[in-house]
């Protein structure tokens, strides 16, 4: 196991002599890219099945648009409620437990998906997936900050969003090759379902039992070291009583509205509004998907050597033209429509490489010892929010016209500057407001 003490071999006046990999260094750095692959493992697993969702309980399981459509939203909200939960547990018993047990549900929802044939049974399943992935998305970003700190968890978080990315390339591509019989798609439920448990085992055998421990004993603390009961976190703490956090929270939802837009909404509005080319609805979405491949990489080197509040103003200023890109509807010219819809998606999917990784880590260094938990399940759940109520926010703008939905958009993201900057000196230092600062994390400090 990575976390086994291999220190025996440096007796005295072996200096210099101990092997390469007994480093703490060394040690330190195969725990974290044993970690950051099992992230990947679960986000690729993530987003190889969106394109699969509805083709599976429609064609394989037999259910009807309406019925599904109506287990999935049930799913949905009950995730939300359990997210808050999770979060609770993840503050008592640490974020390690919580990430090991959602995937363990999801191996287990994703296996049991091809026997689900009954409405109440796709109902139950679907709600354990969502209540499991919003489990594992509470304890992302401070299972995380254990392994790296500062600003290299923008840049961790931003890997593995990209490789949801990659996912769901993957899962559109392959949509076409196993989407069209039973057992295609029975396949993909149960591979789906191997991926999540490779993602939990890798954790477990990387990590080992000390990184499943509370926060408050946290690795490589002794019983003397550990907090005076006297300077614990204080449980009276309620996240819902810190305003400044739960505008940080209204922010994201904006955000993700913004950027959700590009792959829910777009569709209809280049068929109906823009009288686009079928192909042209796919071909935006894999340029969005190809900037966010391409580009993570560079463009969070450079962000995360900037405050997060300059460079969510930046995300800004690449998400309103965008937006208002797309409010001519069909006055633009149909000549026009397929390099500007092309540049809209392009320029969407910059604000949402810049701004994800950021928020996600905004919100962890926003919260207190202790209650890093319930503070993720907060901003989680106005994710899920934005996410759930999306197509109805979408489906109302637009039906009073095409130039209202996007121009609301870009009206509320634009809105979003202003109240970054006065969260600057409202949240806790250095979260949105100080440059960089070197830091090491709980691995380093356990390995040393």
């Excluded at 499943?212 to 703490?237: K, L, Y």
């Excluded at 913004?258 to 792959?263: C, E, L, P, R």
């Excluded at 130039?403 to 250095?430: F, K, N, Q």
Aim: with cysteine.
């Amino acid at each position: 196991m990575l976390d086994d003490d291999t220190s025996d071999s440096a007796q005295p006046g072996s200096e210099g002599t101990q092997d390469t990999d007994d480093r703490p260094g060394t040690r330190q750095q195969a725990k974290r890219r044993v970690v950051l692959g099992a992230m990947l493992v679960d986000s690729l697993g993530s987003g190889l099945w969106m394109p699969f969702s509805l083709l599976f309980f429609v064609r394989a399981q037999g259910q009807s648009l309406g019925t599904i459509g109506m287990a999935l939203t049930v799913g949905s909200l009950l995730g939300l409620g359990v997210g808050q939960i999770s979060g609770g547990l993840v503050d008592r018993y640490g974020p390690g437990p919580a990430v090991v047990v959602s995937n363990a549900g999801r191996a287990v929802s994703f296996a049991l998906y091809p026997f689900a044939h009954s409405l109440w049974a796709v109902m139950l399943l679907v709600g354990l997936t969502s209540a499991a992935d919003r489990a594992f998305w509470t304890a992302n970003a401070p299972l995380i900050a254990k392994v790296v700190q500062a600003r290299e968890v923008d840049r961790f978080l931003g890997t593995t969003g990209m490789a949801r990315v990659i996912g769901l390339g993957i899962g559109s591509a392959a949509a076409g090759a196993f989407g069209q019989s039973t057992a295609g798609l029975h396949l993909v439920a149960y591979c789906n379902a191997i991926t999540f448990a490779a993602a939990g085992a890798l954790l477990v055998t990387a990590l080992g039992p000390a990184f499943f421990a509370p926060r408050s004993t946290s690795p490589g603390t002794t019983e003397a070291e550990a907090p005076d009961a006297s300077v614990r976190p204080d449980r009276d703490v309620s996240v819902w009583r810190d305003r400044p956090y739960l505008q940080l929270c209204l922010l994201q939802i904006v955000f993700v509205l913004a950027a959700s837009a590009f792959v829910v909404i777009l569709p209809l509005v280049i068929s109906d509004e823009l009288d686009g080319p079928t192909w042209l609805a796919g071909i935006s979405i894999v340029v969005g998907n190809v900037v966010l491949a391409a580009l993570q990489h560079p463009v969070l080197a450079w962000t995360t050597k900037r405050p997060r509040a300059r460079m969510l103003a930046v995300s800004v200023l690449f998400y309103v033209p965008a937006l208002l890109l797309l409010a001519p509807g069909d006055a633009m010219g149909h000549r026009l429509v397929v390099p500007v819809v092309l540049g809209a998606a392009a320029l969407a999917a910059m604000g949402e490489l810049i701004s994800t990784p950021l928020m996600i880590s905004a919100a962890n260094a926003s919260a207190p010892e202790g209650h890093e938990g319930r503070y993720s399940a907060a901003f989680q759940t106005g994710w899920g929010l934005a996410n759930v109520l999306g197509p109805l926010v979408y489906t109302t703008l637009l039906g009073v016209g095409n130039e209202v939905l996007w121009l609301t958009l870009a009206a509320l993201t634009l809105a979003t500057a202003p109240v970054l900057m006065r969260l600057r000196s409202r949240l806790p230092a250095g979260v949105l407001s100080a440059d960089p600062v070197k830091s090491h994390s709980p691995m380093q400090e356990q390995d040393a």
